[in-house]
Every structure is written in C-alpha cells, then in structure tokens.
C-alpha cells in the first residue's frame, strides 16, 4: 500500500475536510447520553484500522 487516505462514507471528501454540524440546545439540557465508541485514528506507520462497535469507515488506497 502507498497511500491510504480516510474519506466521508460517501468517499467525496477528505475526513480531515469534514466539519460536524453544532446543533443548539436550551441552556438547561443536558445530553445524558453517553459518548459512542468509536475506533482509534489510523496509524500510519503500521496502516492498522480499528473499528468500533456499529461503525463504519470509508478509506481510499493507492498499492
């Protein structure tokens, strides 16, 4: 592999490109929710993708 690039899941920008929507929420509420897992970055060096529960991820790679 020479390149390894990761994308949104449609594969039509960069994920370091993609900015995330802040939605408004009153004052008082609180997301009691918490935090998704979610795998790690990729390291390059060793090109390993860890994968969290539920998710998916999209990458590009050029060999």
Do not use: C, H
């Not at 994308?7 to 935090?35: C, F, H, I, Y």
């Not at 529960?53 to 999209?58: H, N």
Request: no cysteine; charged share 30%.
């Amino acid at each position: 592999i020479k390149t390894l690039k990761e994308t949104s899941l449609s594969a039509n920008q960069d994920k370091s490109e993609m900015t995330r929507k802040a939605w408004k929420v009153d004052k008082g509420e609180t997301n009691s929710e918490p935090a998704p897992i979610r795998g790690r970055p990729v390291d390059f060096s060793s090109l390993i993708v860890e994968l969290g529960p539920m998710e998916i991820r999209t990458f590009i790679i050029t060999y």
